[in-house]
């Protein structure tokens, strides 16, 4: 598919989503909270996130507890989300991968650091999905990223924006081109 043509298809969806769908702007979180909330947001809606993300914070002392907590009782806690199994294992993951990485849960450094490192730290250190490295990114880190979950790049295939190949590396080129930075969060 043409550039030029995909691009004309994701303004114009973008116009659409902006009709039906109210923006939610992101909370004012740490980095190490972002990347969990990513997490519980992936293939869910804000309000189930927000309910799975108090949960968490209610239900555990610290993220350390939350960490060494089986992936089927932290399953258990955010019952409320549609993938709550793979959910808790990519927290557990997430927060495995800090906590070898830098022995504590502080991830403010990578405020300071450069951003392709900072985005190759959450590939692959953090183990964080696609969907919650474009999330980080554009929400703490001030890049230029659109994260898609899969219902999101569903539709893109739908759409004709995607291949399914690509859709299976998720990836849809010409996404941050055609949107953008000042309206990435809002798309």
């Known amino acids: 598919m043409a550039t030029t043509n995909r691009a004309a298809i994701l303004t114009k969806t973008h116009k659409v989503l902006k009709k039906h769908y109210q923006h939610v ?6 980095v190490l909270e972002t990347l969990l909330y990513a997490c ?23 993220w350390n507890e939350v960490r060494v907590t089986t992936a089927t009782e932290l399953a258990e806690v955010l ?7 793979s959910t808790a294992t990519q927290i557990k993951r997430c927060l495995q991968g800090v906590f070898e990485t830098h022995y504590s849960f502080d991830l403010e450094t990578l405020h300071k650091q450069n951003l392709g490192k900072a985005v190759k730290l959450l590939e692959e ?33 739908a759409l004709g924006v995607a291949t399914e190949a690509e859709a299976a590396r998720h990836q849809v080129p010409g996404l941050e081109r055609a949107i953008p930075k000042s309206k990435g969060v809002e798309f």
């Open 25 to 30: 702007k992101p909370a004012d979180r740490t």
């Open 40 to 62: 519980c947001l992936q293939n869910a809606p804000y309000d189930k996130a927000d309910e799975a993300f108090a949960k968490l914070q209610e239900m555990f002392f610290d």
């Open 79 to 85: 019952s409320m989300l549609p993938n709550s199994r």
């Open 125 to 157: 250190k953090y183990g964080m999905s696609p969907f919650g490295v474009a999330y980080v990114t554009q929400t703490v880190l001030g890049g230029h990223a659109i994260p898609l979950d899969e219902g999101a790049m569903l539709v893109m295939v």
